[in-house]
C-alpha cells in the first residue's frame, strides 16, 4: 500500500485527552497472590466503564517517586494487609490519573484502556515513512527521536537529505484525529499550503503531505530545542517523561524574557486568527527557539483534528468555547510556566507566586482566575496593550506572508465551527456531570440525611394523627392537665360513646381515643377520704 492510499475503514478516531478515572472496586486471591480488580472510565459517563486488572505493568514508571505502597513477604494474604494496600494502590492510581503528563503517557493509556491502544504506533509510523520514502528517495532516516512528544499517535524521526548530510531535520508523523472536519481533498491541499507560509514567528516547514489516514511534516531541527525546554533546562531528544515530568530544578524565567517571548506568541497568534486559520495548540513544548525569536510550531494539528494539550483543562469552562479563546487560556498556561518554571497546580488559580512584575500577575488574572474563566478570555489585541507588551520592541523586519485560496478558506471556516461545536457539547456534558454529582453529594451527606428523617416524621404526623400518635405522646386536652393525683377510682359510669365491636381493633382504638378526648371532669363521682395521716392517742 503506498502512502496516499486510503486507509481501512471504520477507524475509530479516540479522543486521547478525555480523562480516564479508575477506582478499584474489589480484590481476589489468586494462588500466591492477590489480584484487584479495576472499574476505568472514559469521561463523565458512566456507560463508557469497563474493568481491568494486575498493576504489575504500571509499577514501572515508579522511578517517579508515586506513592506506592510497601510489600509484605509474610502475612500477604491477610485481610487487614489487602485492605490496607487496596488503599495505597488507590492513592497511587489517583495520582495518575490527575497529573496531566502522566495520565497521557502511553504506558497508562495501554494500563487503564488496553483494547483502546493495544496496537504499536511506531511500527505503524516506520510502515507508513518507509512507504513515503519509496517515492521519495532524496530523504534518509538518520534514527528515531522516542517519545520526545506527549502525542501517543505521533512519532518522531531524525532525518537527512542524502545530498547534503551535515544538514539535520525532524519529520513527524501523525495519525488523523476526532477533530478532523475537512474533506481529505482539501485537508491534503491545506497541509501541502503549510510550507509557503513565511512568518517571523512561524517555524518553517520544509516539506508537508497527508492522505485519508495520517500526515507527515518535515522540518528544521534544532538544537537548541523549544521554549519548554528552555525553562526546563532539558535535551531536545530526551523523551518527554524525562525532560518535563519531573524536572530537577524550578526556575522561571527574566522578565526580559518573559515579555519579548509573550509578545511575540501573541502577535502570531493575532496574524492567525486574522487569516481565520485555526490553531488551538498553543504550550511551550510547541513552541520552538531560534536565537532570541520564538517560532510556533504543529500549525498541521488543528487541520489533522489533533485534540489540544490543555484540553482537559478549558473543557471545564463554558466561557472558552472559540478556538481564539482556548489559545488566550492556553497563552495563559504557557505565561505562567515561563514566569515561575512549572505549570499552575490547579485551574483556576487562587493566588500567584511573587513574580518579577506586577504586570506579569495582572495579565495572569485576567486569563486564569476564578472571575476570568466565569467571564469568558479576553481577546489577543487586548493582552497586546496591556504594560507587560505594550512596550516590547519587535526588531524583525520581516513580512508575513500565508495566502489561502477563498475556497480553502471557507472549508477552514466550518471546519473551525465544528471544532468549538464539539468542545461546546462536551462541555454542556460536563457541567451537567457536575451539577448531578453535587446534588448527589449534598442529598447524601449526614446532615441532609437527618433534615429528611426530620421532615418525614413531621410531615407523618400531621398527615395522619390518629394512627401516628400514642397516648404518651398525645398532646394536653383541655383539663386533662389539672386532674391531680388519686387514689384508684371505683368503677364509673360507661363513658357516653359508641360500643364498637370488639374484633376491630383500630375502631376499638378510635373509640378510647375519643373517650380520653371527649372526657370532662365533672362526670366522675365524688368520694369520700378519710384521713389516717394524724398521730392517734389511745
Not at 496574524?271 to 531560534?290: I, Q, T
Not at 504543529?298 to 489533522?304: A, Q, R, T, V
Not at 505549570?343 to 506586577?358: C, G, K, L, N, Q
Not at 449534598?442 to 400531621?462: D, M, N, P, Q, T
Amino acid at each position: 500500500m503506498a502512502f496516499m492510499e486510503k486507509p481501512p475503514a471504520g477507524k475509530v478516531l479516540l479522543d486521547d485527552t478525555v480523562p480516564l478515572t479508575a477506582q478499584i472496586e474489589a480484590s481476589q486471591s489468586l494462588h500466591s497472590h492477590t489480584e484487584y480488580i479495576i472499574r476505568v472510565q472514559r469521561g463523565v459517563s458512566t456507560e463508557n466503564s469497563w474493568q481491568v486488572s494486575n498493576f504489575s505493568s504500571l509499577f514501572k514508571i515508579s522511578a517517579l517517586s508515586l506513592p506506592l505502597p510497601p510489600k509484605k513477604l509474610i502475612g500477604n494474604m491477610e485481610r487487614e494487609f489487602i485492605a490496607e494496600r487496596q488503599k495505597g494502590l488507590q492513592a497511587y492510581l489517583d495520582v495518575i490519573t490527575t497529573h496531566h503528563i502522566l495520565s497521557n503517557c502511553e504506558l497508562v493509556k495501554k494500563f487503564l484502556d488496553p483494547n483502546s491502544y493495544s496496537v504499536n504506533y511506531t511500527e505503524i509510523a516506520l510502515q507508513h515513512v518507509s512507504m513515503f520514502f519509496r517515492s521519495e528517495p532524496k530523504w534518509e532516516v538518520v534514527e528515531p527521536l522516542k517519545d520526545i512528544g506527549w502525542r501517543i499517535r505521533k512519532k518522531y524521526f531524525l532525518m537527512k537529505i542524502k545530498n547534503q548530510p551535515k544538514e539535520r531535520l525532524v519529520l513527524s508523523w501523525a495519525d488523523l484525529g476526532p477533530d478532523k472536519y475537512l474533506s481529505d481533498r482539501d485537508l491534503q491541499y491545506a497541509v501541502k499550503l503549510l510550507s509557503s507560509c513565511s512568518h517571523p514567528y512561524i517555524y518553517k516547514i520544509t516539506f508537508a503531505t497527508a492522505n485519508e489516514s495520517s500526515a507527515l511534516v518535515i522540518r528544521p531541527f534544532s538544537e537548541k530545542g523549544t521554549l519548554k525546554d528552555l525553562i526546563y533546562k532539558a535535551k531536545p531528544k530526551d523523551p518527554f517523561l524525562k525532560k518535563y515530568c519531573n524536572p530537577k530544578k524550578i526556575q522561571g524565567l527574566e522578565l526580559q524574557q518573559i515579555k519579548t517571548y509573550g509578545r511575540q506568541i501573541l502577535e502570531v497568534l493575532k496574524f492567525l486568527h486574522e487569516k481565520g486559520f485555526p490553531y488551538g495548540h498553543l504550550h511551550s513544548a510547541n513552541v520552538m527557539l531560534d536565537g532570541d525569536t520564538c517560532k510556533l510550531l504543529d500549525l498541521e494539528n488543528s487541520l489533522l483534528g489533533l485534540p489540544s494539550f490543555y484540553r482537559s483543562y478549558f473543557s471545564q469552562f463554558r466561557k472558552i468555547n472559540t478556538l481564539e479563546g482556548v489559545d488566550v487560556h492556553c497563552f495563559g498556561h504557557l505565561l505562567y510556566e515561563m514566569t515561575y518554571g512549572r505549570p499552575p497546580d490547579t485551574i483556576p488559580v487562587e493566588s500567584f507566586p511573587p513574580a518579577p512584575s506586577v504586570f506579569v500577575v495582572s495579565v495572569l488574572e485576567s486569563i486564569l482566575t476564578c472571575e476570568a474563566l466565569k467571564n469568558g478570555m479576553p481577546a489577543v489585541s487586548r493582552l497586546l496593550q496591556m504594560p507587560l507588551f505594550s512596550d516590547v520592541l519587535l526588531t524583525n523586519s520581516e513580512k508575513p506572508q500565508f495566502k489561502i485560496p477563498t475556497k480553502l478558506k471557507e472549508a477552514l471556516k466550518i471546519s473551525k465551527e465544528c471544532i468549538e461545536k464539539r468542545l461546546t457539547e462536551e462541555q454542556k456534558l460536563i457541567h451537567q456531570h457536575r451539577r448531578l454529582t453535587r446534588a448527589q453529594s449534598h442529598h447524601g451527606s449526614e446532615e441532609e440525611k437527618k433534615k429528611r428523617k426530620i421532615l418525614a416524621r413531621k410531615s407523618s404526623v400531621a398527615g395522619h394523627p390518629q394512627h401516628n400518635q400514642t397516648p404518651s405522646s398525645l398532646p394536653n386536652f383541655t383539663g386533662a392537665s389539672s386532674i391531680p393525683p388519686a387514689p384508684p377510682l371505683p368503677p364509673a359510669a360507661p363513658a357516653p360513646s359508641t360500643e364498637v365491636p370488639t374484633s376491630r381493633p383500630d375502631a376499638s382504638r378510635g373509640a378510647l381515643l375519643s373517650s380520653i378526648q371527649n372526657f370532662q371532669k365533672g362526670t366522675l363521682k365524688k368520694t369520700q377520704t378519710c384521713d389516717y395521716s394524724a398521730p392517734r392517742i389511745s
